[in-house]
């Protein structure tokens, strides 16, 4: 069936280092991708989207890339802060599915002083 | 302004019993989707109600019910509780029914089926 799905379920990365998210989905009509931050006994926090008619997006410190050929999402955070250790969702929403989103498992990363 | 908002924050039940979870949305969002997020894995999509009517369903059985206001808050009911109920449930808001808007959980309810 379809899913939204992570390649690792863990990162480890020293404090001040970029850290790499990725995420995979089959759904080839998602024209819509967003990732959460996810801390321990909270809702997911949202971080940043992106649309199919787009390949890069920037935030702060927040990097997406969004490769459809391979159906292939990243997030790419800059100079790694202790704060930013969460477990990491991608999740996907397709034209006409409402505001229905597929998530993956996540990704918890941990950042090392 | 006040995040989106649910209650009871915990809450332990029985199996066989009935539970009513509510959630409260941003101030103008008019949609409010339900997520059961059971330990260890994502969100999986329970309900989608915008502008007080349903707009998607889940794989989820029909012991799980749902209902928003006018004020646009909103209830989730899950009848004869089972133990693989507990999880953590969810709500989103958002002010687009149509998917192409940011979507904003709450804190969650943790229940749990004893």
């Known amino acids: 069936g379809e899913s939204v799905g992570l390649h690792l379920p863990t990162l480890s990365v020293q404090e001040g280092d970029n850290s790499i998210i990725n995420c995979a989905y089959s759904n080839s009509a998602s024209d819509y991708f967003i990732w959460y931050k996810q801390e321990s006994g909270k809702g997911p926090q949202f971080i940043i989207d992106?649309?199919?008619?787009?390949d890069k997006r920037q935030g702060q410190r927040v990097t997406v890339l969004l490769n459809k050929t391979v159906k292939h999402l990243s997030l790419q955070i800059a100079a790694t802060q202790p704060g930013d250790s969460a477990v990491y969702f991608c999740a996907e929403n397709s034209r006409g599915g409402g505001n229905k989103l597929t998530f993956g498992t996540g990704t918890q990363l941990k950042v090392e002083l | 302004d006040a995040g989106v908002t649910q209650s009871p924050t915990h809450l332990i039940k029985t199996r066989g019993q009935h539970v009513t979870l509510r959630c409260s949305p941003i101030?103008?969002?008019?949609?409010v989707s339900w997520y059961q997020q059971v330990l260890g894995q994502g969100p999986q999509f329970i309900f989608q109600?915008?502008?007080?009517?349903?707009?998607g369903r889940g794989n989820f059985p029909d012991r799980f019910s749902a209902r928003q206001f006018p004020n646009y808050s909103s209830e989730l009911n899950v009848n004869a509780l089972l133990l693989g109920d507990s999880a953590l449930y969810l709500c989103a808001s958002s002010h687009s029914g149509t998917g192409l808007g940011e979507q904003y959980f709450g804190p969650g309810t943790r229940l749990t089926v004893t």
């Open positions: 101030s103008g969002h008019k949609s």
């Open positions: 992106i649309r199919s008619n787009m």
């Open positions: 109600y915008y502008e007080k009517e349903e707009r």
